[in-house]
């Protein structure tokens, strides 16, 4: 699986938009990019994932670049309760086989009022 | 309510003793996944499941062992070779293939 790298914190205002940022460079073309967020001490919590193009869903949203070598979620009005680690996480399918999700230290997003 | 439940919630052992960790769902999921994280660090893979009486190691599965018995449950036995044991340990669940997982709210180990 390709490895990810996301900066280790970032503060943003309460009702502005969070940009977090990763970068997958030596993703592959069959590697999905998946987030998941993890609110201190609970399990992590599935967010968004893409392959290529855009997406969007209740919570966030996912730009890929072109070129697929890095993307930002974007949580377009932050809450105090958006503060969390937010991994970013790139995985393989195997065509019916299971394949394993590796995490790697994530973004504190730290959401001040 | 569909879910994935792990419990206890906190569990406290003596060193030198095995502990077992319990991870049931009723998702119907095919696939269960065991990681351990320790503070201030990311989740590592201990071990994963794909279908019954069928497991694979992860990145960190010297000293653990598992089991996958039933489709609902993988359980998680800590053993006495682990170093070091003490952890937040979490099991996840996903159907196979391109979809998302599905983590319990994890159990907290502490051995004295």
């Known amino acids: 699986d390709a490895k990810t790298t996301q900066p280790p914190s970032m503060d943003c205002a309460e009702g502005r938009a969070a940009n977090l940022p990763c970068n997958h460079s030596?993703?592959?073309?069959?590697?999905?990019v998946y987030w998941y967020r993890q609110i201190h001490s609970q399990g992590p919590q599935y967010i968004i994932h893409?392959?290529?193009n855009n997406e969007t869903n209740e919570m966030a949203s996912l730009i890929i670049t072109e070129d697929r070598k890095s993307s930002t979620l974007i949580l377009p009005h932050a809450t105090l309760r958006d503060t969390a680690v937010y991994y970013c996480?790139?995985?393989?399918?195997?065509?019916?086989?299971?394949?394993?999700?590796?995490f790697g230290t994530g973004t504190l997003l730290a959401v001040q009022p | 309510d569909g879910g994935i439940t792990q419990s206890p919630k906190y569990l406290f052992r003596k060193e030198g003793q095995n502990v077992t960790l319990s991870c049931e769902q009723n998702?119907?999921?095919?696939?269960m996944y065991w990681y351990r994280q320790d503070p201030g660090q990311g989740l590592r893979l201990i071990y994963y499941?794909?279908?019954?009486?069928?497991?694979q190691k992860g990145d960190i599965a010297e000293g653990y062992s598992v089991s996958r018995e039933k489709k609902e449950s993988f359980p998680l036995t800590v053993t006495s070779a682990q170093k070091n044991p003490t952890a937040f340990y979490l099991c996840?669940?996903?159907?196979?293939?391109?979809?998302?997982?599905?983590f319990g709210q994890g159990t907290r180990l502490t051995v004295v």
């Open positions: 996480i790139v995985r393989v399918w195997y065509g019916g086989a299971t394949n394993k999700l590796i």
């Open positions: 998702l119907n999921h095919d696939a």
């Open positions: 499941s794909q279908i019954v009486n069928d497991f």
């Open positions: 996840a669940s996903s159907l196979l293939g391109e979809t998302e997982a599905f």
């Open positions: 030596t993703i592959s073309g069959n590697e999905y």
């Open positions: 893409g392959l290529k």
